[in-house]
């Protein structure tokens, strides 16, 4: 891997760079904000919370640990839910784009992807997502791999008991 982002010179650059994004989305978000060092830590919630609608936002690891992590959080979930994968190295846009339903930033310009949340109405959402994908590919001139069954969280419970769910262990 070329200028690997960690226990190096660009280490202090990256933490810098994660601490500043979650600062301005935990400032910026009407959404409870769940973050977590490990993969494991994060699959724990991830698997309590499946019957929710989810929003993704991972960063990629040098190891591709987000990577591995969201297949993991798909299969609790599953489906191919949108995912935000914040990063520092552009060069992981050559495999995200083609990674179905994922985006990429690493610019705090579209931070609005949580804002697409924010109304309830499916269909608003979805436009908001499209107009948000349209101008990241047109800035990172990549298409990225989003089908039609981006929002879908076929777990999604409107109503009912929290002790009619069913859980697995982590």
Known sequence: MTNPVYNNQFDEIFKNF?????????????????????????LK????????KIILISNVWTDLGGKNFISNERK????????????????????????????????????????CFEDNNP?????????????MEKYYKVNFNIDENVLYHHLFKKEGKYCDLAFNSI
Do not use: C
């Not at 994660?18 to 994060?42: F, G, V």
């Not at 609790?76 to 179905?100: C, E």
């Open 18 to 42: 994660l601490s500043e994004r979650m600062k301005y989305i935990k400032q910026m978000t009407k959404h409870n904000i769940y973050p977590y060092e490990t993969s494991k830590e994060a």
């Open 45 to 52: 919630i991830v698997e309590k919370k499946k019957y929710n």
């Open 76 to 115: 609790i979930i599953g489906n191919d839910v949108i995912v935000l994968f914040l990063d520092y190295n552009i060069s992981h846009l050559k495999w995200i784009k083609d990674y179905k339903n994922v985006l990429f930033s690493n610019n705090h310009n579209f931070y609005e992807y949580l804002q």
């Open 123 to 135: 269909y608003y959402t979805l436009e908001n997502l499209k107009s948000l994908i349209d101008k």
